[in-house]
């Protein structure tokens, strides 16, 4: 079973920064689909940023240029640096691992969310 547990929200002045923590137990993760999604109030959960299953990375237009995300797979922990936060990044954000699982003739993958860490950015 997997565990996933962010932290490092808070709440930030708008042009200010923040970086979430995301640490995974019970399986290695260093070479699974992992990213951040997040949630505002009323709205549908979105991708953020993520990895893909070979390594690359994938942003929403809406961070490009301001977010980073990175993983440090000695540590089974993926990081997300929020710069230049504006009003509108305030959400839930959640860390998500899909990991596929095989047997001798069947594969699925299932997908693993974390409780979630609250980013606010207002003045």
């Known amino acids: 079973q997997v565990q996933l547990v962010e932290s490092g929200g808070g709440l930030v002045q708008p042009g200010g920064s923040l970086r979430l923590s995301c640490v995974a137990s019970g399986r290695d993760l260093s070479d699974n689909a992992m990213g951040w999604y997040r949630q505002a109030p009323g709205k549908q959960r979105e991708l953020v940023a993520g990895f893909t299953t070979g390594g690359s990375t994938n942003y929403a237009d809406s961070v490009k240029g301001r977010f980073t995300i990175s993983r440090d797979s000695a540590k089974n922990t993926v990081y997300l640096q929020m710069n230049s936060l504006k009003p509108e990044d305030t959400a839930l954000y959640y860390c998500?691992?899909?990991?596929?699982?095989?047997?001798?003739?069947?594969?699925?993958?299932?997908?693993?969310w974390g409780q979630g860490t609250q980013v606010t950015v207002s003045s």
């Open positions: 998500n691992a899909d990991v596929t699982y095989y047997g001798s003739s069947y594969a699925y993958t299932k997908a693993y």
